[in-house]
């Protein structure tokens, strides 16, 4: 046992060390980039000879020799781009004048001409196009949407419509082009780099007509005024427009093979007033992104802390991010690295993603998940099965109160799908993000797939919490749901006294099995999320069995409280909301947990039973109840008259509209049942459920008391004749206080417990 315990104890320290090494690797390396990226922020800011022998003996006592040596080389590269501006003019002329055959620059005017006329016959193809769809869809167009699903469902029409007229520009601006300059491969080249912007500035007023619809407020999805919808399509297709003609400019540069210095000056031209006009849309236009993220009603969302959260640090993260991005791209195009200048429009395009995403899920939701009972479609099927209804009926329809019907319970349908449609919209948004996220984090060069990245084991621990808590929401309402459809939960009623009905077994087991499953779906994420983290998981499965076996010896009584309750709930003995005597607890089952159970006694208190403790239940709460009642009338009653009356009055309450339903068996009269020296006991019985006996015997006791009054019986009192022993001859006369001792003498025989009142009395007082 030694040697085992000698040689295992290491192999569990390297595994886990491993591990540990793994992942301070992986914060070592995020670390260095950290600091990376300000040594090269302040040796751009820096003056030329001063801070950057400051920066090299700082970096140098810090140990990143590298990346002073990355930052200097981009101070550099920039020097060397400025400086050569001032030979760019004519080195640019010579270069494009050696593209001519001609040996000038004329061809220049050419490109200008046919790039006008392909510009001219793609936007007339596009417009014909644009017209000739309107005009086919008109029905769809000029119908106002009556829920979200149709609105998606025309935005996405409208798209693939706008992307046909596309594709229309893009074949008549090639044909265009193809026909005026197929023999000159620089103008040929110049041409479609200029129309290749075009169509990309086409797309994205695509998306833009998609997401905003800017002329048709009827179709906006989301919560925009016409100002700020229009006031955004047109900054965000301005911003896009300028970026375009600038990457074009570049890329026609690159083409023609002029000046690298010059290349990379207009580059971060580019890259830095894409970001500065970026920044200033969203800085505009923060109030209505703000509404955006609190309001989000009808689509699965709410207003909590998490949105307040975004609320607050989206813009400056934000302005942070399109800072950063400048540097990065800045420094690479500087390094002649492979540019990404993608970071910069990557917020814009994620937005946009996560919209179209958004969109399609949320259609996908109402057309094929759970379509809406409540659309023109459900309620005509409604309608249609009603008056199936009335045909098989051989009633005649009424269209009117049919489509009312059809209408009041197609809404009644939505309400009770509704909190699964509020899970799945909130799902939708949550996963439209999560695909938003991955492109972002794609474009920064992290691959999602990737081990060793920090970044991708957190971006897949979020998409196993996502899935974690979208099972967790799911197994909570549909059980919830079940459990007050068997009317769980419900109050108890204020007539009931001892023995109501209680609720059905599945709303009392539903519960238990609802925590038990919950806490499986937490375990099973954070193990997972736990191994996605480095964590080696095995010996905490271990661990846990080792303590579960402790626990199994230490705490017997636990097992037999468990194992008691489960064959209790098994054997069906009690329920939740049933009254139950145990021996010494008697009250009513409020709440059932794994090892006890708890007790309200109809007096107030609230016992806790362990289910170990617990040898025998007296349920009074199943099936029914028989209530007995007795009364004591004089001699001279006629018994079998007051039977017959009995009969006749238990009769008249089975047809009573609200007391009646609530017989199992009819009040009856049990005859004489006992003597007594000055009554006779007359007793009555009837049947009702479990509860209802109580509201019952208040009917039957006022019921046979105004019975008998209207009969002429006459209820017995208790009477009791005192003799006094005299001698003959004996004329005394007793005092009130004599009288007074002697009826305080026949108490016992007329109620013992009013004669034993004064010796409990007084010992209550001694105590």
Known sequence: MQEHRGTSAPVLRAAGGAQGLRLRGRLLSLSRRARAAWALLFCLLATPVTAQDNAVSMMEMAGDREHVRLALQVRDALGRAVASLSDFPVLARQMLASRSPDGTTDWLWTVAIVLALAIVAGFGALRLTERWGRQKFRTVYGTPPR????????????????????????????????????GHPAARVSVFIALESVVLVLGLRLVLHAVLAPRSPAFRMFDLTDREAMGLYR???????????????????????????????????????????????IVVYRAAFNRLIHDDAGQGGGTGLARRIVSLVWLPALLVYFLAAFLVSGSRVLLDKPAALGLVGAPVISVLIWAATYGVLLLLIDRMLLPRLDSDTGRQKLLDDIARADETAGEMPDQDANRAQAAAEAIE???????????????AMILSLVIALGYLILRWGIRISDDSSIVANLFEIGVIVFLGYMAYRAVEIAIDHQIRLEGGNAAPSEDAEVGGAGESRLATLLPIFRNFLLISIVVIAGMVALSQL??????????????????????????????????FLIDDAFRKGEYIDIGDVKGTVEKISIRSMQLRHHNGPLNTVPFGEIKFVKNFSRDWAVMKLAFRVTYDTDVEKMRKLIKKFGQELLEHPDYGPKFLQPVKSQGVTALEDSAMIVRVKFMTRPGDQFELRKVVYSGIRDLCEAAGIHFAHREVTVRVAQEPGDTRQFSEA?????????????????GQAPSGAGAADGR
């Not at 419509?161 to 300059?181: D, E, G, N, P």
Request: charged share 15%.
């Open 738 to 754: 004599e009288k007074k001792a002697i009826a305080g003498a026949v108490l016992p025989a007329l109620d013992p417990q009013q």
């Open 235 to 281: 900054s965000i297709l301005g911003v896009g427009a300028l970026t375009a003609a600038m990457v074009a400019l570049c890329e026609w540069m690159k083409a023609m093979g002029l000046d690298e210095n010059a290349h990379r000056l207009v580059v971060l031209a580019t890259v830095g007033l894409t970001c500065l006009t970026l920044s200033g849309v």
């Open 534 to 567: 480095g964590v080696n998981i095995a010996p905490i499965f271990a661990g846990a069995g080792v303590v579960g076996l402790a626990v199994g010896f230490g705490a017997q009584t636990l097992i037999r409280d468990i194992f008691s309750g489960a064959f």
């Open 147 to 182: 829920d979200r699903s149709a609105r998606i469902a025309c935005l996405l029409a409208t798209a693939v419509l706008m992307a046909f007229a596309v594709l229309a520009f893009a074949a008549a601006a090639t044909m265009v082009t193809l026909i005026f300059v197929s």
């Open 413 to 427: 349908a939505e309400d009770r799908r509704s909190p699964y449609r509020d899970l799945l919209d909130h799902g």
